[in-house]
């Protein structure tokens, strides 16, 4: 077999897939693995290999950093798993002479807290927006443009994740209805609420879509990439004076929710929107500050204003 040259363009899945195989019969061979370990490990290359549609042996940095935010909301053990697993592997592959680097510097290294969301203010959404805008003035218009404002009035308007946008159906947003039903992660259905906006802009774009087109957002014979999407937000936040490294799908989703949040919603329907099966990971996802939480108490607790007597009393 030719040695991979770490471009994740040269990779592919039956390629993906004979390399796992490979990595894994030596972890049983040579390392000694336990079964269990071998089977965590196997489960998170190919959960990584289907994310990089198959070119995770050949995957360079920004493939590998699309990757590690992907990963954002997981837990920091479940995390520390996947890239262990990944890091032995892209090993293999250089010792095995099948890769001359190794991508895995890229890879998170979490430490011993779990670190807050990245979290963008409401000033940073509104000078991508801006960005879009001055994009879309341009003559003669760009239908990227449109394509643009479509996936990121949809990731911040309705909080949609990555891989649901990307598979969206071309007529999944109707011009008349304010919401459409997503199945998400464990097959749960949801309500999506998709504003007046997005719905505008998803009609924009969508007059270039081919009618033959399946997906909303379509590139070659299937749709866009979820490394595609990342690489079109980074680059976004770029022009908007941004850093990019700030910013990925999945932290416009987390804006959507922190936003919503601070607005006064209710942690039980942004669960919902959300599509989070335990309230736990919405009260992670939609990080507030401590002042926030105590001022809401003070503000909405039947006995916020008995205690502020008690207090004023005691003073």
Known sequence: ???????????????????IERFLEM??????????????????????SEFLAGAMSGAGR?????????????ARATVARKSAAL?????????????KDDPSAALPRPGTARPLPKILSVEDVDRMFAAIAARIARVPPDPNDLRLQALIELLYGSGLRATELMSLPRNAVSPDRPYLILKGKGGRERLVPISDRARAAVAA?????APGKPFLFPSGKVHLSRVRLY??????????GIPPDRVSPHVLRHAFATHLLEGGADLRALQAMLGH???????????????????????????GEALVDVKTRQG
């Open 205 to 209: 774009w969508r007059e270039h879509v």
């Open 62 to 74: 920004p493939e590998i950093e699309a990757l590690a935010a992907e990963w954002q909301p997981l």
């Open 27 to 48: 972890m049983r061979a040579e390392a000694g693995a336990a079964a269990n370990t071998i089977a965590a490990y196997g489960t998170d290359l190919r959960l990584a």
């Open 231 to 240: 690489q079109l937000v980074r680059a976004l936040a770029g022009e908007a």
């Open 87 to 99: 890091r032995r592997f892209y090993a293999f592959l250089a010792d095995e002479g099948l890769r």
């Open 277 to 303: 099966a335990d309230i736990a990971t919405t009260e992670i996802y939609t990080h507030v500050d401590s002042r926030r939480l105590v001022e809401l108490v003070n503000q909405r607790h039947p006995l």
């Open 1 to 19: 077999m030719t040695a991979l040259s770490g471009s994740a363009s040269q990779g592919s899945a039956g390629e993906d897939r004979a390399l």
